[in-house]
């Protein structure tokens, strides 16, 4: 995707109307439109990268102590119980929109959304096998 075509580049730029929470030169935080829980936030790195593939290094440590400092503000104002990072990259993982972006879904108890997966049940010889695999 061009920048020129990226929704998400317009509106880390400015050049779309979002409800900001905060904004520096790198990055801007929106509140997401289509909000999980009260309070779900995007943080936008305003350098376009596709995915966190693309992602330089800087921005990706970055967007972590960004995501830090936010988790701390939306937990003091509103008093959520917990927090999801969320972050999907390519259409199989989720990916609706090809900009690195981090989803910050406030939880409260018995908020009704379940952001978890399936849990498998490998042999210890087929996590060696992968284990192998990545990391010789």
């Not at 730029?13 to 935080?29: C, M, N």
């Amino acid at each position: 995707m061009e920048k020129a075509d990226c929704i998400f580049c317009k509106i880390a730029a400015g050049e779309i109307p979002s409800k900001t929470l905060y904004e520096d030169g790198r990055f801007r935080v929106i509140l997401d439109l289509k909000p999980a829980t009260r309070g779900h936030a995007l943080i936008l790195p305003k350098e376009h990268a596709a995915n966190v593939y693309e992602l330089p290094e800087e921005a990706a440590a970055e967007s972590m102590k960004l995501a830090k400092k936010m988790a701390m503000l939306l937990r003091d104002k509103l008093h959520c119980d917990g927090l999801n990072l969320v972050q999907n990259n390519g259409e199989a993982a989720g990916q609706t929109v090809s900009h690195f972006h981090l989803h910050m879904i406030p939880r409260y108890k018995e908020d009704g959304q379940k952001i978890n997966w399936i849990p498998s049940n490998p042999t210890q010889e087929e996590l060696e096998t992968v284990r192998k695999e990545i990391a010789e």
